[in-house]
Every structure is written in structure tokens, then in C-alpha cells.
């Protein structure tokens, strides 16, 4: 079975420049979650889908950034215009549910990592 | 909102050796929790998880104990050896209906072999 995929695995901008970043969750997963991760921390969330619905987006700079999931599957996270502060790492997620512990399991992509200068 | 505390933020041991990692947590509605071990520019990986009606779980050489009425919980990895060098990271969150984890700040392990 293919994991989260996430593309491009690098991405270099200038300030003030556009990005976006895909994400194919794993079949069958209906939630979809975008993180961002900043050297030496844990991830941070900040959206999280239901199928095609944003169910939490309360941490997403809505001035700069914007999601979206399309169909329910795949997912777009773009940043318009980047700033200095953006250079991260962009984890993409997707759950589901599993019998075996009662809860839902998370498995994420391998992350874009953004570098702004 | 849930609050995750992790410790320590490294830990150096030598091949062989037990490390303990510790986490607590804030929100008691949380009943699931995580670990995850991410390697040096790759992915977190899920390595083990517990739930809040398990007081200890193990896998092999790894092992999850949770204290929920404390609301603490640590990962165990006995014999440690140097591929388990990574970065560790807790999680807690409620698990019913949707899933929205929280992650502590991570733990860098090193084993010297």
C-alpha cells in the first residue's frame, strides 16, 4: 500500500514569492492534516480536513496561506507571499480509524521542506 | 487546548542501555498517545501508541506505559542500538470521532555504540 505522498520534496523561494505544496493521502483516508514543522520542534497543525471540508483550520495564517482538498482526496497548501518566517518543513498526514487499537492511526508524508531567502 | 510536555530534549546513551522518555499532558479528555520516531530528514513513523483504558503496552524492545490519572506517559526502549538514534516525539489527543493530536516538542536520542 503507498503511503502519503507529498510533492516537491525541496522547494527554494525568494521572499514575497508564491508556493504551493500537494499532498496524496493514503486510499480511503478521510482526514487529511497539513503541519508544519520548525527545526527542533514537534509538528504544529495547521489544517485539518474532512474529506473535502476544513474542520480546523484555527492555526492557518489565513492572511498568507490557503488550503484546499478538492474532491476529497488530495490537498494543496499554498503560501502567497512567503516570508523569511515560513522556512519549515510541510508535513502532510492522513488518518484512519483502526479496530486493532480502537483509534485513529496517523501516518504522514514525507514533508516539503521550504527554504525562503 | 491540549498542552503536551516532553523530556528530556536529548539523551545520550551507550548501546545497550535503556532511555526513558517522559511526556505529560493537560487535557484529560485525551485518550490516545502516540509515539513517533522521525530520522534525520524523514518522516515521523508511528512506533507505538496506547490507549487510555491500557496502563502498558509492549512491542519488542519498546514499551508505552501511561499513568492517566498523573496524566503522564513514557516510551521504554531497552537494548538500545544505534539505528535508534532519531528524533522521538509524544502525542496526546481525544480519539473519538475525530483525531486531532498534539505533539510535544521532541526528544533527540543518540546511542553511542
Known amino acids: 500500500e503507498a503511503g502519503v505522498v507529498q510533492s516537491p520534496r525541496y522547494k527554494i523561494i525568494e521572499k514575497k514569492q508564491p508556493v504551493a505544496f500537494w499532498c496524496n493521502p493514503i486510499?480511503?483516508?478521510?482526514?487529511l492534516y497539513w503541519y508544519r514543522q520548525n527545526l527542533g520542534q514537534g509538528p504544529e497543525l495547521l489544517i485539518r480536513?474532512?474529506?473535502?471540508?476544513?474542520?480546523?483550520d484555527s492555526q492557518l495564517p489565513k492572511d498568507r496561506f490557503s488550503a484546499e482538498r478538492l474532491k476529497g482526496v488530495d490537498s494543496t497548501l499554498k503560501i502567497q507571499p512567503a516570508e523569511l518566517g515560513d522556512s519549515a518543513v510541510y508535513l502532510c498526514?492522513?488518518?484512519?480509524?483502526?479496530f486493532g487499537t480502537g483509534a485513529y492511526e496517523q501516518y504522514f508524508g514525507p514533508g516539503t521542506r521550504l527554504t525562503v531567502t | 487546548g491540549e498542552n503536551v510536555e516532553q523530556h528530556p530534549s536529548t539523551l545520550s546513551v551507550q548501546e545497550g542501555d535503556s532511555a526513558v522518555i517522559k511526556c505529560t499532558y493537560s487535557?484529560?479528555?485525551?485518550?490516545?498517545f502516540p509515539w513517533y520516531k522521525q530520522e534525520l530528514g524523514k518522516r515521523p513513523q508511528l512506533i507505538i501508541d496506547?490507549?487510555?483504558?491500557?496502563g502498558e503496552k509492549k512491542d519488542q524492545r519498546i514499551a508505552v506505559t501511561l499513568n492517566k490519572t498523573a496524566k503522564h506517559f513514557s516510551l521504554h526502549i531497552t537494548e538500545t542500538q544505534p539505528e535508534d538514534s532519531a528524533v522521538y516525539f509524544c502525542?496526546?489527543?481525544?480519539?473519538?470521532?475525530?483525531?486531532?493530536?498534539?505533539f510535544g516538542r521532541g526528544t533527540s536520542l543518540i546511542v553511542h555504540p
Open positions: 486510499s480511503g483516508h478521510n482526514t
Open positions: 480536513y474532512e474529506n473535502e471540508e476544513a474542520v480546523d
Open positions: 502525542a496526546a489527543g481525544p480519539s473519538g470521532g475525530s483525531y486531532i493530536p498534539t
Open positions: 498526514a492522513s488518518s484512519a480509524y483502526s
Open positions: 496506547i490507549r487510555s483504558n491500557v
Open positions: 487535557d484529560s479528555a485525551s485518550n490516545y
